[in-house]
T-cell receptor
C-alpha cells in the first residue's frame, strides 16, 4: 500500500519567515495530494490540494509543489504569522479512491 | 458549510466497558470515516463506509466495530475498552451524493481516556 513520509515533525520559525514542509510518497499511481491544517482543539481542515497533472499551485501565502518523478511534494508558507501555528498533514490518494494515506504531521510554531 | 459533529469532546471510561462514539454530518455525504490520532503517528484509519449499512476495515480495525444505519450517522464501537485505546478519535465525511469529491471534512474529535 501507499506510504507517506513527512518531515520535519516539528518546525519553529520567527514571524515573517518562510516555512517548508516536505512529503514523499511510494505509490506512483497516487494522483491527488491534499494538505490539512489542524488548529488546537479542532479537526483537520483542507487548506490546499494538488493533482498530478499540475506542478505547482498557489493560494495567497501558501503554495504546494509536486515532483512526480521524485514522488515528492512540499507545502510552502511565506510571511508566516502566529495564526499559522498548527499541525499540518500531507496526504496522498489514488484516482477513484476516497481513502487518503496521511503523513505523520508537522507541528509548526510561529514565534511573534 | 459542512458540519461534522461528534457526540462528546471528552470521555472517560473504564477498562472492559462498551463505548459508543457517534458522528453526524449534515451535508448528505456518501463517505464517512473514523480515524484515531496519536502523537507521532498521525491519522490512522479504523473503518470507513461508502453507504448505509456498508463498512470496510481500515488499517487498524482490531478492537473496534462500526454501525451506519442512517446516511448521516456513523458510530464507532469499542466492544471492550482497553487502556491502549486511549486516544483522540476523529470522524470525517466526504463526497456529496452524485458529486465525487476527495476533500474530507473532520469533526472536532473525541478525546477518550480508558482507565
Amino acid at each position: 500500500g501507499e506510504n507517506v513520509e513527512q518531515h520535519p515533525s516539528t518546525l519553529s520559525v520567527q514571524e515573517g519567515d518562510s516555512a517548508v514542509i516536505k512529503c514523499t510518497y511510494s505509490d506512483s499511481a497516487s494522483n491527488y495530494f491534499p494538505w490539512y491544517k489542524q488548529e488546537l482543539g479542532k479537526g483537520p481542515q483542507l487548506i490546499i490540494d494538488i493533482r498530478s497533472n499540475v506542478g505547482e499551485k498557489k493560494d495567497q501565502r501558501i503554495a504546494v509543489t509536486l515532483n512526480k518523478t521524485a514522488k515528492h511534494f512540499s507545502l510552502h508558507i511565506t510571511e508566516t504569522q502566529p495564526e499559522d501555528s498548527a499541525v499540518y498533514f500531507c496526504a496522498a490518494s489514488k484516482g477513484g479512491s476516497y481513502i487518503p494515506t496521511f503523513g505523520r504531521g508537522t507541528s509548526l510554531i510561529v514565534h511573534p | 458549510d459542512v458540519k461534522v459533529t461528534q457526540s462528546s469532546r471528552y470521555l472517560v471510561k473504564r477498562t472492559g466497558e462498551k463505548v459508543f462514539l457517534e458522528c453526524v454530518q449534515d451535508m448528505d455525504h456518501e463517505n464517512m470515516f473514523w480515524y484515531r490520532q496519536d502523537p507521532g503517528l498521525g491519522l490512522r484509519l479504523i473503518y470507513f463506509s461508502y453507504d448505509v449499512k456498508m463498512k470496510e476495515k481500515g488499517d487498524i480495525p482490531e478492537g473496534y466495530s462500526v454501525s451506519r444505519e442512517k446516511k448521516e450517522r456513523f458510530s464507532l464501537i469499542l466492544e471492550s475498552a482497553s487502556t491502549n485505546q486511549t486516544s483522540m478519535y476523529l470522524c470525517a465525511s466526504s463526497s456529496p451524493a452524485g458529486v465525487p469529491s476527495y476533500e474530507q471534512y473532520f469533526g472536532p474529535g473525541t478525546r477518550l481516556t480508558v482507565t
